[in-house]
């Protein structure tokens, strides 16, 4: 993500055609869509073909993406799975894609046809529907194929376990009107290595874009949903290093290394129906495919569904291959239905920490799906990041603070245990930051701009060198994310083993990296990047010297909490350390005033990221409208694409200053800035970036009615109330329930009593112990 700016460097970079009544029983299977919440599914029809935008099925440990027939080869991640080529940053590795089933129906006279290779049709794919239900994890495709005449209805349904995090399962269920020999393909897909590959840990910006321009590419977005950097953010290489099948077991493994890297492993185990004998299975290898081949007859009217379980590891979570193909036949043994089943009920219990919202029920389609890829791309009780795109290639896998300050707030009192892998990762990555420190002949920790989620080390291309040496709020975003763990837990040892020793060495830092301005009687911090990113050598920038101050002055009472030793350096510092103010006009600046505020930038201002929930700037109510109204100017003068992570800043600003109807314009944006890519709700950065799926937006969304319309933030005292609960004109109520804090579950909601006026209430939440 970005600053507001957002990296700008990275920029440049008919069942009566039938007539069968065996067609009707066939779509009545049992696994179709429960009837649910409608907030839940999203939808994909025909209509959607041309601009299909996929979606993404994962538990934080394993993710694919999606494709209109649902029986497609697609990409396939792991969590912190990086490929480390030569020369270039760090990227994630693309694994052998598992989510295909492949399906033909024989020789005609037309030809020979494979459906994944049959371009999309209506006139071929007939009733077709796509379903994700949120609720349940679950991607359901439907569709009456129809091959040169021979017809065939087909069932898909797909899913990443949320119960068992190494496994993820397809089943196909085939209804041939026709009698004949079918074939069946269940592969592995052995990616080749991406071309070209640039690198991109030593080309200036300049050669960046030469080298862009010389293999015939352009950083620019194609419709419908490739991002407009695909040419530098491509996948990593997995090689293989073994792999084989068995024809008879009707199994596949393989171990394989991402490009020096860690060492991965895959498997799969197939169903066949029950009764069902096939004349013909092979094992098939090529340099780019393993997979199970089968022939058979089928009968008219009759369904034919088969299973494909794969189970997924890499070096330091599971085994090798041996163990990931005890892992899927096992899973085969147990049965679809049970593995299904026991996803579906790990969905349910992570849906009842939930926010419920009486009387929009667009907006709350909008809540349950950013939730829905929140959820999908963080890993419960593990020390791994959050990129700003999750478990994508987008911005390269990289951590930044978007993993602090965006997505580990929205997830803190709904999601405890997935919210403390994020700050986890800090603390296991500590060394790292402090040795980046210490190069730099700096005491403390110097986290990353663009951080490798394995390791810690910095990733910034070359090309974008300044912002990992300048956009150094990061560092506070770090640490301000530790204490308000601290707050929301009341884990004093957690405090001392992970977050203490990340704030203390934060605080060293600043410290030692603020200037002493004798002739000025203050302290400054020269030779930054804004947060509004096109402004990258600005002396005193607002948001970078107010996150300073707070992470040198929290380490003081972290110290105290804990009964440390404070450094009264960071007491100092805090004290006299400058924020820019224009006192004529009695308002917050962006930066020094020596600095031009002249740049037609994306953010426009920063100054709404100072009433932000996690760092909220404490101030006059006069200066806080003040601010409101000075940042609006260049905001409102802007001509770029909006970009969807400036909206939850000013939604929350608005809130704070009791504006309800100006808060709720801001918050409707998400609906309307055409960030929300259909049908599946995919976020973008902007309306025509294609850079999807971006997390950082999401995490702001939910920010906003967390702590922007409940008005709460999190204090040494506990979840306290700030500022008055702000409610949309047209909403009854909404409710964040099984609120986590300190031990305990409760249930906020905020509404209109009989008055009219707008209340917070908290009880136990209904099903706490």
Same mark, same amino acid.
């Given at each position: 993500?970005?600053?507001?700016?957002?990296?700008?460097? =990275?920029?440049?970079?008919?069942?009566?055609?039938?007539?069968?009544?065996?067609?009707?029983?066939?779509?009545?299977?049992?696994?179709?869509?429960?009837?649910?919440?409608?907030?839940?599914?999203?939808?994909?029809?025909?209509?959607?073909?041309?601009?299909?935008?996929?979606?993404?099925? $994962?538990?934080?440990?394993?993710? @694919?993406?999606?494709?209109?027939?649902?029986?497609?080869?697609?990409?396939?991640?792991?969590?912190?799975?990086?490929?480390?080529?030569?020369?270039?940053?760090?990227?994630?590795?693309?694994?052998?894609?598992?989510?295909?089933?492949?399906?033909?129906?024989?020789?005609?006279?037309?030809?020979?046809?494979?459906?994944?290779?049959?371009?999309?049709?209506?006139?071929?794919?007939?009733?077709?529907?796509?379903?994700?239900?949120?609720?349940?994890?679950?991607?359901?495709?439907?569709?009456?194929?129809?091959?040169? $005449?021979?017809?065939?209805?087909?069932?898909?349904?797909?899913?990443?376990?949320?119960?068992?995090?190494?496994?993820?399962?397809?089943?196909?269920?085939?209804?041939?009107?026709?009698?004949?020999?079918? /074939?069946?393909? *269940?592969?592995?897909?052995?990616?080749?290595?991406?071309?070209?590959?640039?690198?991109?840990?030593?080309?200036?910006?300049?050669?960046?874009?030469?080298?862009?321009?010389?293999?015939?590419?352009?950083?620019?977005?194609?419709?419908?949903?490739?991002?407009?950097?695909? #040419?530098?953010?491509?996948?990593?290489?997995?090689?293989?290093?073994?792999?084989?099948?068995?024809?008879? /077991?009707?199994?596949?493994?393989?171990?394989?290394?991402?490009?020096?890297?860690?060492?991965?492993?895959?498997?799969?185990?197939?169903?066949?129906?029950?009764?069902?004998?096939?004349?013909?299975?092979?094992?098939?290898?090529? #340099?780019?495919?393993?997979?199970?081949?089968?022939?058979?007859?089928?009968?008219?009217?009759?369904?034919?569904? *088969?299973?494909?379980?794969?189970?997924?590891?890499?070096?330091?979570?599971?085994?090798?291959?041996?163990?990931?193909?005890?892992?899927?036949?096992?899973?085969?043994?147990?049965?679809?239905?049970?593995?299904?089943?026991?996803?579906?009920?790990?969905?349910?219990?992570?849906?009842?920490?939930?926010?419920?919202?009486?009387?929009?029920?667009?907006?709350?389609?909008?809540?349950?799906?950013?939730?829905?890829?929140?959820?999908?791309?963080? @890993?419960?009780?593990?020390? =791994?990041?959050?990129?700003?795109?999750?478990?994508?290639?987008?911005?390269?896998?990289?951590? *930044?603070?978007?993993?602090?300050?965006?997505?580990?707030?929205?997830?803190?009192?709904?999601?405890?245990?997935?919210?403390?892998?994020?700050?986890?990762?800090?603390?296991? @990555?500590?060394?790292?930051?402090?040795?980046?420190?210490?190069?730099?002949?700096?005491?403390?920790?110097?986290?990353?701009?663009?951080?490798?989620?394995?390791?810690?080390?910095?990733?910034?291309?070359?090309?974008?060198?300044?912002?990992?040496?300048?956009?150094?709020?990061?560092?506070?975003?770090?640490?301000?994310?530790?204490?308000?763990?601290?707050?929301?837990?009341?884990?004093?040892?957690?405090?001392?083993?992970?977050?203490?020793?990340?704030?203390?060495?934060?605080?060293?830092?600043?410290?030692?990296?603020?200037?002493?301005?004798? /002739?000025?009687?203050?302290?400054?911090?020269?030779?930054?990047?804004?947060?509004?990113?096109?402004?990258?050598?600005?002396?005193?920038?607002?948001?970078?010297?107010?996150?300073?101050?707070?992470?040198?002055?929290?380490?003081?009472?972290?110290?105290?909490?804990?009964?440390?030793?404070?450094?009264?350096?960071?007491?100092?510092?805090?004290?006299?350390?400058?924020?820019?103010?224009?006192?004529?006009?009695?308002?917050?600046?962006?930066?020094?005033?020596?600095?031009?505020?002249?740049?037609?930038?994306?953010?426009?201002?920063?100054?709404?990221?100072?009433?932000?929930?996690?760092?909220?700037?404490?101030?006059?109510?006069?200066?806080?409208?003040?601010?409101?109204?000075?940042?609006?100017?260049?905001?409102?003068?802007?001509?770029?694409?909006?970009?969807?992570?400036?909206?939850?800043?000013?939604?929350?600003?608005?809130?704070?200053?009791?504006?309800?109807?100006?808060?709720?314009?801001?918050?409707?944006?998400?609906?309307?800035?055409?960030?929300?890519?259909?049908?599946?709700?995919?976020?973008?950065?902007?309306?025509?970036?294609?850079?999807?799926?971006?997390? @950082?937006?999401?995490?702001?969304?939910?920010?906003?009615?967390?702590?922007?319309?409940?008005?709460?933030?999190?204090?040494?005292?506990?979840?306290?109330?700030?500022?008055?609960?702000?409610?949309?004109?047209? =909403?009854?109520?909404?409710?964040?329930?099984?609120?986590?804090?300190?031990?305990?579950?409760?249930?906020?909601?905020?509404?209109?009593?009989?008055?009219?006026?707008?209340?917070?209430?908290?009880?136990?939440? /209904?099903?706490?112990?």
């Amino acid at each position: 993500m970005n600053g507001l700016g957002r990296r700008r460097w =990275w920029r440049l970079a008919a069942w009566a055609a039938l007539g069968a009544a065996a067609w009707a029983q066939a779509w009545a299977a049992p696994s179709a869509v429960p009837a649910t919440d409608p907030s839940f599914l999203l939808t994909a029809t025909d209509r959607d073909f041309a601009s299909y935008f996929p979606t993404q099925l $994962g538990n934080g440990y394993i993710a @694919t993406l999606s494709a209109p027939r649902g029986t497609e080869d697609n990409l396939g991640y792991m969590v912190a799975f990086m490929d480390y080529a030569q020369g270039d940053i760090a990227r994630p590795a693309a694994v052998p894609g598992w989510s295909g089933i492949d399906y033909s129906t024989g020789h005609s006279a037309a030809g020979h046809f494979w459906l994944n290779q049959v371009a999309l049709d209506p006139r071929v794919f007939q009733d077709y529907r796509q379903v994700l239900n949120l609720h349940d994890g679950t991607l359901t495709t439907r569709y009456r194929y129809d091959d040169h $005449g021979r017809a065939t209805g087909i069932e898909v349904t797909a899913f990443v376990s949320q119960a068992s995090p190494h496994l993820a399962a397809t089943r196909l269920t085939i209804t041939p009107q026709f009698d004949g020999e079918v /074939e069946l393909s *269940f592969p592995l897909v052995l990616w080749a290595p991406h071309q070209p590959r640039f690198e991109l840990a030593r080309l200036t910006g300049e050669q960046m874009q030469e080298a862009v321009a010389a293999n015939n590419l352009e950083l620019k977005a194609i419709p419908p949903a490739t991002p407009d950097r695909a #040419p530098l953010w491509y996948h990593g290489d997995t090689r293989v290093l073994d792999a084989g099948g068995d024809a008879r /077991e009707l199994t596949l493994w393989l171990d394989g290394r991402a490009e020096r890297g860690p060492a991965m492993a895959e498997a799969v185990a197939v169903s066949l129906p029950a009764g069902f004998d096939p004349g013909d299975v092979r094992v098939y290898r090529s #340099p780019w495919r393993l997979s199970l081949e089968l022939k058979a007859r089928v009968r008219k009217g009759h369904s034919y569904t *088969f299973g494909k379980f794969v189970a997924l590891s890499r070096e330091g979570w599971g085994g090798d291959a041996r163990a990931d193909l005890a892992l899927a036949k096992a899973a085969r043994g147990d049965g679809f239905a049970r593995l299904h089943e026991a996803h579906v009920a790990a969905w349910h219990a992570l849906w009842r920490s939930d926010i419920r919202i009486v009387g929009d029920p667009q907006m709350q389609r909008i809540v349950h799906s950013d939730l829905y890829y929140l959820l999908s791309n963080v @890993t419960p009780g593990t020390a =791994w990041p959050s990129g700003a795109c999750g478990l994508t290639p987008g911005y390269a896998g990289h951590v *930044f603070w978007d993993n602090d300050t965006w997505l580990f707030p929205a997830l803190l009192l709904l999601h405890p245990e997935r919210a403390r892998s994020l700050v986890d990762f800090r603390s296991r @990555t500590l060394p790292a930051a402090e040795a980046r420190a210490r190069a730099r002949g700096l005491p403390g920790a110097m986290y990353p701009w663009e951080s490798d989620p394995e390791h810690g080390t910095e990733q910034t291309p070359h090309f974008a060198y300044v912002l990992g040496e300048r956009e150094i709020h990061v560092n506070a975003d770090v640490a301000i994310a530790q204490w308000q763990y601290w707050l929301a837990s009341g884990d004093k040892a957690w405090l001392r083993t992970r977050g203490w020793p990340v704030i203390r060495a934060v605080a060293d830092f600043w410290a030692s990296r603020a200037t002493w301005v004798p /002739e000025r009687g203050r302290y400054e911090i020269l030779h930054v990047t804004s947060v509004d990113e096109d402004y990258n050598d600005v002396p005193n920038d607002t948001f970078t010297n107010v996150s300073a101050r707070k992470a040198l002055q929290l380490a003081t009472q972290a110290a105290a909490v804990l009964g440390e030793r404070a450094d009264p350096r960071w007491s100092e510092v805090a004290g006299k350390l400058y924020i820019p103010f224009d006192a004529g006009a009695g308002h917050h600046l962006d930066f020094d005033p020596s600095v031009p505020h002249d740049i037609d930038s994306w953010g426009g201002s920063s100054l709404p990221l100072l009433a932000y929930p996690s760092l909220d700037l404490s101030m006059d109510p006069g200066v806080r409208r003040r601010d409101y109204d000075y940042a609006m100017a260049p905001i409102a003068q802007s001509h770029r694409d909006p970009n969807s992570m400036g909206l939850a800043p000013m939604a929350i600003y608005a809130a704070t200053l009791g504006d309800a109807a100006e808060a709720d314009a801001w918050f409707q944006r998400n609906r309307d800035a055409g960030v929300l890519q259909p049908p599946f709700n995919v976020r973008t950065e902007t309306p025509n970036n294609n850079t999807g799926d971006f997390l @950082t937006a999401a995490g702001g969304l939910l920010q906003t009615l967390v702590y922007g319309f409940t008005g709460l933030r999190l204090q040494p005292q506990g979840l306290v109330q700030a500022y008055a609960p702000v409610l949309p004109p047209t =909403w009854q109520s909404f409710t964040l329930t099984r609120v986590a804090l300190r031990g305990k579950r409760y249930d906020i909601t905020v509404s209109r009593d009989r008055d009219g006026k707008v209340v917070l209430s908290r009880r136990p939440a /209904e099903d706490a112990p």
